[in-house]
């Protein structure tokens, strides 16, 4: 199937760090559609994990991002998450990788080289990931696609997680949308 399916995706979050975000261009958009994303995939039941490069450093999960009760946090000090052993065993498994975070040229890059590596399905939300520097971003799409992963947006995520107008959930995640 070329389209994602809400039954094998699992969103991960990286790196939305107190101390990193204000250094993020357009980093307000970016939290904005990752919030979206986080609401829907809560609503929809997926699984969650977060990344928290170096966090003593780096502070903790933006507060309007914040994981609630159930979702994983996963501390890390290496830029590919997967390079972690605690991180590389709790990714494993056969989801598909829903992909969002900063900043897209480390530590999103790395981890999501990684995840293609070990055979993984991955597809990054472009409008929910961000750097510092516009170039920076936007080599590390070019550099990601072309290793395999899918480029996707935020609307394409939640229109193809409920995959019909009949989903019980389609009003609810239409209001995040508009």
């Known amino acids: 199937m070329l389209t994602l399916d809400a039954a094998r995706s699992h969103l991960l ?7 990193l975000m204000p250094a993020i261009h357009d980093g307000a958009r970016v939290v904005q559609n990752a919030h979206r994303l986080l609401s829907a995939a809560r609503r929809l039941k997926l ?13 903790p999960t933006l507060s309007a991002l914040a994981p609630e009760p159930g979702e994983t946090v996963l501390h890390k000090m290496t830029f590919d998450a997967c390079r972690t052993p605690e991180a590389a065993a709790h990714l494993a498994g056969d989801a598909d990788f829903v992909v969002i975070g900063c900043e897209a040229h480390v530590c999103l890059l790395q981890t999501v080289l990684g995840l293609l590596s070990a055979g993984r399905k991955v597809y990054v939300v472009a409008d929910a990931i961000g750097s510092r520097m516009v170039e920076s971003r936007t080599t590390a799409l070019r550099r990601m696609e072309r290793h395999g992963a899918e480029i996707v947006t935020t609307e394409m995520v939640v229109f193809e997680w409920l995959a019909s107008a009949e989903h019980p959930d389609f009003k609810a995640l239409l209001k995040l949308i508009k």
């Open 47 to 59: 699984p969650i994990s977060y990344t928290e490069q170096n966090p003593e450093g780096l502070g």
């Open 13 to 19: 979050v990286i790196d939305f760090q107190a101390r």
